[in-house]
């Protein structure tokens, strides 16, 4: 046996000795610790385990879809992209065109998802929306679809674009929410297309509510405001009213193209990019042409001059304008699409006149007589009257208006005329227009009839015009020559005015007009006065040196005459992406 170390051996024997206080708090609360510790750790353990329920819940349900997808991708689900691997192979039908004699035909359609609703796990409704026509489909495991399939288009969002293989049937009643409430889809097959996000910029009904339409509790629904309309001006345009008002504004341009051109008017394309600004002034956009300066063109007013002396007898335009006017109105743009027509004349710019009442007619004949589908779309959810553009042979006949034609002075007080009682378009002298709006105002208030007037005037002209005349389209002629450019030919008589002339729709100028200057000598003289340095104008000056045909002509906003005649409060609705200054986006 080994000896032990001395100082072992020789050792106190080991006292117990009691915990102080503090070691027996210390002791209590480790165990307090570790009992919280547990705690936290079962309840990260419980939710550990039900994140891994979940996650094998959804999991399970992907793959029971994708298994689905797999034994019914002949029925629905996502189409291959379509990327022109075939041609014509199969054959569309247009929502529009499901009439009575498709009835009991299987028809294929290609539209986008206007709303869906499931009625329990067997059955969805469907409305099928395709440029401006809607129509209802049915989806049901009674028709031998199966249930994973009715769950997939109760499902798709708004929106979204599908190809849908349908059978039509008549409705047993009328679908009054659709456009062919007469017909119903029974649903085949349903394959998106491209599909829509969930959450949209706005929801299709408030984009086509009209202002104020109120809940069934008394409050207004909602609606959209402008700007974000435009800001998605492509999911605007999907609204009826939206869609509407730019077919019209195609009509317009359309009708107003059609009568010149069977009125011997060539079309002309002048340059938009140009040395001098045409109309004068600083509201013009310039820029760098190759290190000289240059401006985007106010107008084709010096071109469509020049034309003419090229012995093009009549001419039009239709293209951009340009303007730089720091403007925030509800009618102005900085840019906006000008229709301009100059034409030879005889004797007098009343032939312009002629012609530019003849051209309004036709249009405005036109759209009502060929646009009645769309008028009503756009008046559903912005209300407008009728317009009115002829003076009654009644009101001819009790004010005295003078019939120019027959040679029948005028007896109105206020000079009113008209051209013949076939068109019946009212024309007032700009000295007689004044002293009409005077005639409502304080003597403090009047305008002088050798300025021009400001909008607000405009529109009290046109309240009084429509009270008295009662008419929405009338012409103005003979303009303060200070208010007009310097190519505008004085009046003969009195050179204070001018031969020129503005045309208004409801109270405000769609129109501006003249006959022009076409002596050299009278246009550098008109240039200076207007503070213009004619050597800026050489090119159109020189086209006046070698024989010019005396011409007049005017200008005309499409947009302005789109939104007047519709009534609509914003020229920014009738603009499909509207310039203005602070906007030069979409």
């Not at 994708?66 to 991708?73: E, I, Y």
């Not at 036109?366 to 407008?384: G, W």
Request: charged share 25%; aromatic share 8%.
């Amino acid at each position: 046996m080994s000896a032990q170390p001395a100082a072992a051996a020789h050792a106190d024997p080991v006292t117990p000795t009691t915990p102080s206080t503090a070691e027996t708090a210390a002791s209590g609360g480790d165990e307090k610790g570790a009992k919280g510790a547990t705690k936290v750790d079962a309840k990260a353990a419980r939710l550990a385990a039900r994140q891994a329920e979940e996650e094998a819940r959804l999991r399970t349900k992907a793959e029971a879809a994708a298994a689905a997808a797999a034994t019914f991708a002949h029925l629905f689900g996502k189409a291959a992209m379509i990327r022109s691997t075939q041609y014509k192979k199969v054959v569309f039908t247009q929502v529009a065109d499901v009439d009575t004699p498709l009835v009991g035909r299987d028809i294929t359609i290609r539209s986008r998802i206007h709303n869906c609703r499931k009625q329990g796990k067997n059955m969805a409704f469907i409305v099928f929306r395709s440029f401006g026509h809607s129509i209802q489909g049915v989806l049901a495991t009674a028709n031998g679809l199966p249930a994973e399939m009715v769950a997939f288009a109760g499902g798709l969002n708004c929106e979204t674009i599908v190809d849908c293989t349908a059978t039509v049937t008549a409705a047993d009643k009328p679908v009054v929410s659709t456009t062919r409430s007469g017909f119903e889809l029974v649903v085949k097959k349903l394959f998106i297309v491209s599909e829509a996000p969930a959450i949209l910029p706005f929801q299709f009904e408030d984009g086509s509510r009209k202002p104020g339409t109120l809940g069934p509790d008394g409050q207004p629904l909602p609606t959209v405001q402008l700007d974000t309309r435009l800001n998605c001006r492509w999911m605007d345009l999907r609204t009826k009213a939206s869609n509407a008002v730019f077919k019209l504004q195609s009509a317009v341009g359309q009708y107003f193209r059609e009568y010149l051109l069977r009125n011997d008017f060539t079309e002309i394309h002048s340059p938009k990019m140009i040395g001098a600004a045409s109309e004068g002034g600083a509201n013009v956009f310039k820029l760098d042409y190759f290190g000289k300066p240059a401006f985007l063109a106010q107008s084709p007013q010096l071109y469509k001059q020049m034309a003419l002396q090229g012995d093009l007898r009549r001419v039009f335009e239709v293209a951009p304008v340009f303007r730089a006017e720091n403007s925030f109105t509800h009618r102005h743009l900085t840019e906006f699409v000008g229709l301009d027509i100059e034409m030879c004349i005889d004797d007098h710019y009343y032939e312009v006149l002629d012609l530019a009442e003849e051209l309004f007619a036709h249009i405005f004949i036109s759209l009502v007589r060929h646009h009645q589908h769309e008028l009503n779309a756009v008046n559903e959810q912005y209300p407008f009257d009728p317009l009115v553009f002829q003076v009654t042979d009644e009101l001819v006949t009790r004010l005295g208006i003078g019939v120019i034609e027959e040679e029948i002075p005028t007896k109105d007080q206020y000079g009113g005329r008209i051209r013949n009682r076939h068109v019946r378009s009212l024309r007032l002298p700009f000295p007689g227009a004044i002293a009409l709006l005077n005639s409502t105002l304080e003597e403090s208030k009047h305008v002088s009839e050798h300025e021009d007037i400001d909008t607000e005037s405009e529109k009290k002209l046109g309240v009084i015009i429509k009270q008295r005349y009662g008419v929405d389209f009338y012409i103005v002629d003979r303009y303060p020559t200070s208010a007009r450019p310097f190519y505008t030919m004085l009046c003969p008589d009195d050179e204070r005015f001018s031969n020129s002339y503005d045309m208004f729709l409801r109270g405000e100028e769609i129109v501006s007009g003249a006959q022009r200057v076409h002596d050299p000598a009278m246009l550098e003289q008109r240039a200076i006065s207007k503070g213009i340095n004619p050597s800026t104008l050489k090119d159109y000056i020189d086209s006046f040196r070698l024989g010019a045909w005396p011409h007049g002509g005017f200008g005309v906003g499409l947009e302005r005459v789109a939104m007047l005649y519709l009534g609509l409060r914003n020229i920014r609705l009738a603009s499909m992406f509207p310039r203005d200054p602070v906007r030069s986006t979409p």
